[in-house]
């Protein structure tokens, strides 16, 4: 399966306001950071037809799409990254603190999106799409109708029958938190996967969706105090974005 094809076509690069890239010094035009450092571009792909739908069908999520936006699926392992090196340093989180984007992940890092396989031996980037599919459809706001459309929205993206295949699966699986909670094969990979789910969620303010949460962090027994500061650097960086 070529993940290339399944996320350039989930994702277009709109880029930033000003043409502004994620990690650059504010010239327009100028491409660093994520942009730079993610090879075949993941780290400037922009949240394009698919995710919008998906992400941006309740103002909750609306924070969520700005956050893709601002570095694709790279700035998911960003996140988890840099929240998962300050709980290792014990550091407290505190949610009044401004946030930039983080940097990129290193390699050897457990983060890096090139190296890094699920416990089935699927590409990460392919799992974090499928658990904010996933976690998107929590709250049942996904009905038959928006599905449908979502289904014909991927059946345009000129993908490989392989590809197509897999996110047409996807959007017909029902919320799993189980089967979510089944794909890291570290602690590190679990904490991008809540990443992505919480992103997916939003504000996370119907009971549905703190049910799922919580289930995907008991399953994948995530401690507390990382959870902590995975939901803090979220919402700094979610702020940092939406400013």
């Not at 103002?59 to 998911?76: C, N, T």
């Not at 904010?132 to 289904?151: F, N, P, V, W």
């Not at 399953?219 to 995975?230: N, S, T």
């Amino acid at each position: 399966m070529n993940i290339g094809s399944i996320l350039d076509g989930l994702m277009r690069n709109q880029g930033l306001p000003g043409g502004q890239q994620p990690g650059s010094a504010g010239r327009p035009g100028e491409t660093g950071g994520l942009a730079s450092q993610f090879p075949g571009g993941l780290g400037g792909l922009a949240a394009g037809s698919l995710l919008s739908l998906i992400l941006g069908s309740r103002a909750g999520r609306s924070a969520g799409g700005s956050l893709m936006k601002a570095g694709g699926l790279a700035v998911l392992a960003s996140v988890a990254f840099k929240a998962y090196q300050d709980w290792q340093a014990k550091q407290a989180p505190n949610p009044s603190q401004p946030a930039n984007l983080p940097s990129a992940p290193p390699a050897g890092s457990g983060f890096h999106l090139d190296e890094e396989k699920d416990e089935s031996g699927q590409e990460i980037g392919l799992s974090l799409v499928q658990a904010m599919i996933s976690a998107a459809k929590s709250d049942g706001h996904l009905d038959g109708e928006e599905t449908t459309r979502i289904q014909e929205q991927i059946q345009q993206l000129g993908l490989g029958s392989e590809e197509k295949s897999f996110l047409l699966d996807m959007m017909a699986k029902p919320a799993d938190a189980a089967a979510i909670a089944r794909l890291p094969k570290t602690k590190e990979q679990a904490a991008e996967l809540y990443v992505a789910s919480r992103v997916a969620i939003g504000d996370a303010d119907t009971p549905e969706e703190k049910a799922y949460l919580d289930r995907l962090v008991a399953l994948m027994d995530l401690p507390g105090d990382l959870v902590a500061h995975l939901d803090t650097q979220i919402g700094a960086v979610r702020k940092t974005v939406a400013a």
